[in-house]
């Protein structure tokens, strides 16, 4: 069954012909603005309320809901209709409260260190799961008001690129949220970032780069292989010209592997050349991988390094490594077949 999220205003005034013309801004305030799901429009006469309900059923079930960080860090399992489960979480910062969405069950891109892309892939989320899970998160926030949403969950947000631009599109025009509080991930799909921008939303690009040669990213990033990294540098090139806005380059640092000197003299000058941000992710262990990510004394050494050759770079301050809810550790995929899902808080 389709989502709610998936109708247009328009759509809705069609739907709900014979009703009172204001029962369609009702149904709309609740769903964007409140971010309700049709049983929570309370605005609405029951009877309407139930009507609309069983017609748009939930796209998500929750099998697990787990947290750490006292609090500020939580992770949900979904269960969709199928059966195959999904990710999403949220963090809640002093400045800002941001949820972390997935665009797959599973992943096809098979990145060596990334839990999702050792489970491998089930299918291609719709844009109504992409969005309910924006709005869970959006009311489990509250009274805090979800600023950011980023793609960077379970999946490739550009190899399932009509649904995620749809829910950008969306979230933007009907949620109001600014673009530049949208960023989409990607391992580098040098042709899709040249189609998102001519898009025409500045919204935010996050690289997956981990390595600046191509025989060692062609190792942790398959993808490589396709689009080598004088491809990526064209699309990131042709990407800033078209929107004027910065992108960013996520390298997750693992011991011997891309924290050494050379890594270090290879990442600089590809960095320096497209004035690109580099996040600078210590590498959050999974079962499949069996490296060590960089101590931390490594790790500011590395940031050290950049910044001493002129590039603008942060480390990222890791968060729900204790639920498994970090950078590449979303791993609870089933592909279509129900399993026991551990729950455990901290």
């Known amino acids: 069954m389709p989502s709610a999220y998936e109708y247009t205003k328009e759509e809705f005034a069609e739907l709900l012909v014979g009703e009172p013309r204001y029962r369609v801004e009702q149904v709309w305030h609740g769903l964007w603005t409140e971010g309700q799901a049709i049983d929570g429009i309370t605005t609405i006469p029951k009877a309407l309320r139930a009507r609309l309900a069983e017609q748009f059923p939930p796209s998500l079930e929750v099998a697990s809901d787990v947290q750490s960080d006292h609090g500020a860090t939580r992770k949900w399992v979904f269960r969709l209709a199928d059966g195959s489960t ?3 979480v949220l963090m809640s910062y002093e400045d800002r409260v941001t949820v972390c969405v997935s665009s797959q069950a599973g992943c096809a891109m098979g990145c060596t260190f990334c839990a999702t892309g050792q489970a ?8 109504g799961e992409v969005l309910e899970q ?7 926030a509250a009274p805090r008001r979800l600023s950011n949403v980023v793609f960077m969950g379970m999946g490739e947000p550009l ?6 631009i749809n829910s950008v599109k969306r979230l933007h025009e009907y949620r109001g949220l600014s673009a530049r509080h949208l960023t989409v991930s990607t391992v580098g799909v040098a042709p899709a970032i040249e189609r998102m921008a001519r898009e025409g939303l500045p919204l935010t690009l996050a690289v997956s780069l981990h390595a600046a040669n191509n025989d060692t ?4 990033v398959p993808l490589n292989r396709r689009y080598p990294l004088e491809r990526l540098h064209e699309a990131c090139v042709n990407w800033m010209a078209a929107t ?3 992108l960013s380059f996520e390298w997750a640092l693992i011991e011997g592997v891309n924290d050494t000197e050379q890594a270090l003299d290879e990442l600089a000058p590809y960095a320096f050349s497209l004035r690109a941000h580099v996040n600078l992710i210590p590498l959050n262990p999974t079962p499949g991988y069996l490296v060590r990510g960089s101590s931390t004394q490594r790790v500011h050494e590395f940031r050290d390094g950049l910044i001493a050759r002129g590039v603008n ?13 970090a950078c590449g550790q979303l791993a609870n995929v089933t592909n279509g077949r129900r399993r026991p899902i551990p729950v455990r808080s901290s």
Not at 134 to 139: E, G, L, S, Y
Request: no cysteine; charged share 25%.
């Open 313 to 325: 770079v942060t480390v990222r301050n890791t968060r729900g490594r204790s639920i498994d809810a």
């Open 159 to 164: 190899a399932n690129y009509l649904v995620t």
């Open 244 to 246: 004027g806005r910065r």
């Open 134 to 140: 924006v709005m869970f998160a959006a009311r489990a």
């Open 120 to 127: 491998g892939f089930t299918r291609n989320l719709t844009s």
């Open 217 to 220: 990213r062609s190792e942790l």
């Open 86 to 88: 999904i990710e999403t």
